[in-house]
């Protein structure tokens, strides 16, 4: 059971469809780095065949202090999507480490709100994506003009972007920004 639809409000169902359904069938294995209820595992999975691999604590976060029961409520809402489905609990800063570099065809980007936490989470998981490969921020737009920089993800996704722009082409930016890595010269 969903108990909001954050993931259509930032327009994430959008711009999937707009970025990743192209991909298909050739992308195959995608990686989430923030799950919440599941409303983007689940559009993947009605929407791709792909393989999904979820990170998330399950506890919540600093804007979410107080959720009961997040996994069970993440594993009723993909339950027919199970198999397709790999679960990773634990925090993004430790299990993001443990993943094959040039894996994932596509990544989503949306655990913590926090600068920081964002372009830790994007510094470690671009490694992980392969060459050509969409990632996706959410929550670009979040909290802008009502918190101070250091709390919103923006602040963390622009350091992100204008350090890594060598390897990157920016897509899009709106209430998400989309990016692809580029495919490198071989030298």
């Known amino acids: 059971m969903f108990t909001n639809n954050w993931f259509a409000t930032t327009g994430g169902d959008k711009n999937f469809e707009k970025y990743i359904l192209p991909l ?5 294995e995608c ?3 923030g799950c919440y209820e599941g409303r983007a595992s689940v559009w993947l999975m009605e ?3 792909s393989e999904l691999t979820v ?3 399950f506890k919540g976060g600093e804007d979410l202090p107080d959720e009961k029961d997040l996994l069970k409520r993440f594993k009723e809402n993909i339950e027919p999507y199970k198999e397709r489905i790999k679960i990773v609990e634990g925090t993004s800063s430790e299990k993001l480490k443990e993943l094959a570099p040039n894996f994932f065809d596509f990544i989503y980007i ?3 709100h926090l600068a920081k936490n964002v372009l830790e989470d994007a510094v470690l998981a671009f490694p ?10 959410d929550d670009y737009t979040w ?6 920089l250091l709390e919103l993800p923006v602040t963390g996704i622009d350091a992100f972007l204008f350090v890594y722009a060598d390897q990157l082409e920016i897509l899009e930016k709106n209430s998400q920004c989309i990016i692809r890595k580029k495919v490198m010269p071989i030298q």
Not at 128 to 137: A, K, P, V, W
Not at 143 to 148: A, F, N, S, Y
């Open 31 to 33: 990686l989430e780095v």
């Open 24 to 28: 298909y069938p050739i992308a195959s």
């Open 110 to 112: 949306d655990g913590s």
């Open 55 to 57: 990170i998330d604590t």
């Open 47 to 49: 929407n791709t065949q």
């Open 143 to 148: 909290g802008i003009g009502r918190l101070p």
């Open 128 to 137: 992980l994506l392969r060459e050509g490969g969409i990632m996706i921020f």
